[in-house]
Structure formats: C-alpha cells, structure tokens
C-alpha cells in the first residue's frame, strides 16, 4: 500500500505561483514538479476559495466544519437518547399490564 506523500504550504504556494504568477500551464508545472497535474489544480481552487484559510494542515478545521462537526455529534447523542426513551416506553407499557 503507498503511503499518501504531504506537501507543505509553502511548496503549495509556491506551485500556485508559477501558474498565476510566472504564467506556466498547470501541466508544464505539475511535470517540472513531479506532482499530478489534477493535483496542482485543486491546490489552485482551494486557494482561490478559501484563500486565508487554504492548506491549514491536518486536524486544524474552519469555523464552520467545526460548528458541523459538533452538531453532528450533537445529533447522534439526541437520536441515541430518543431511542432509550422509545425502549423504555415499551418497557413501562408492557409491565402496566
């Protein structure tokens, strides 16, 4: 199994600006830096998007995948908890009988 090879922000940015800046195409640059040519263009739509908040590295989320994250959790804790209290319901209910 090949292990997944971890660019820096800085080597990142810096394939970014021979495309924009020294105005090489994303194949020529991707070829000069023996990288996939699919990979420097998403390099190059993640920066134009996120821009401050592109490349932060692993584990570091955005306020908003933070925030989904944490409602996401939220709501398997509620779903767990409805499903207790549907199970006890038909617990009580059988033993009123």
């Known amino acids: 199994m090949r292990t997944r090879k971890k660019y820096s922000k800085e080597f990142k940015l810096d394939a970014i600006s021979l495309v924009k800046e020294q105005h090489y195409s994303c194949t020529e640059a991707a070829k000069n830096l023996g990288i996939k040519r699919d990979l420097l263009g998403r390099w ?7 821009r401050d908040q592109a490349f932060r590295g692993n584990g570091k989320l955005t306020e908003e995948q ?10 398997r804790r509620l779903e767990m ?17």
Not at 44 to 50: C, F, L, V
Not at 66 to 75: C, F, P, T, Y
Not at 81 to 97: H, M
Request: proline residues 0%; without cysteine.
């Open 44 to 50: 190059i739509r993640e920066q134009q998007t996120d």
């Open 66 to 75: 933070a925030e989904l994250r944490k409602l996401r959790h939220q709501v």
């Open 81 to 97: 908890e409805r499903e207790i209290l549907k199970k006890a319901t038909v617990f009580f209910a059988k033993e009123a009988k």
